[in-house]
């Protein structure tokens, strides 16, 4: 966990099954998500590499900061820009989300 005031992040295991899918393709499929909740977000799964078709992707040019988690990188579809992020080397408070993938705009389901 990290927090500043007014601001707050946690990381956790999820028990739950995520499918992340795209125009009908699955792109990655996982039962051992982590669910980070960060202050003014939406709620974001973030998933092992293992478990997302990393050959479906495209590395991106495009990198964000943000100053809680650290430098994020993006991956592509051909149809989908910066779909995908990832955080190589994120600040220590969120060390557990190194190289996992969370996906933006795609259908996600959880059971």
């Known amino acids: 966990m990290t927090s500043t005031p007014g601001h707050r992040i ?3 295991p999820a028990a739950v099954h995520v499918r ?3 125009d009908g393709q699955v792109l990655a499929e ?3 998500p982590l669910l980070l909740r960060e202050t003014g977000c939406p709620d974001r799964y973030y998933l092992p590499p293992e478990d997302v078709r990393t050959e479906l ?3 991106s040019d495009t990198r964000t900061h943000c100053p809680f988690k650290g430098d ?4 592509s579809l051909p149809d989908a820009a910066d779909l ?6 994120p600040r220590e408070q ?3 989300i190194k190289n996992h993938f969370c996906f933006y705009d795609t259908h996600l389901i959880a059971h």
């Open 57 to 59: 992707l495209t590395p």
């Open 20 to 22: 992340a899918v795209h």
């Open 84 to 89: 995908v992020w990832a955080y190589p080397e």
């Open 94 to 96: 969120v060390a557990a």
């Open 72 to 75: 994020a990188s993006y991956w």
């Open 30 to 32: 996982s039962r051992r």
């Open 10 to 12: 946690t990381v956790e």
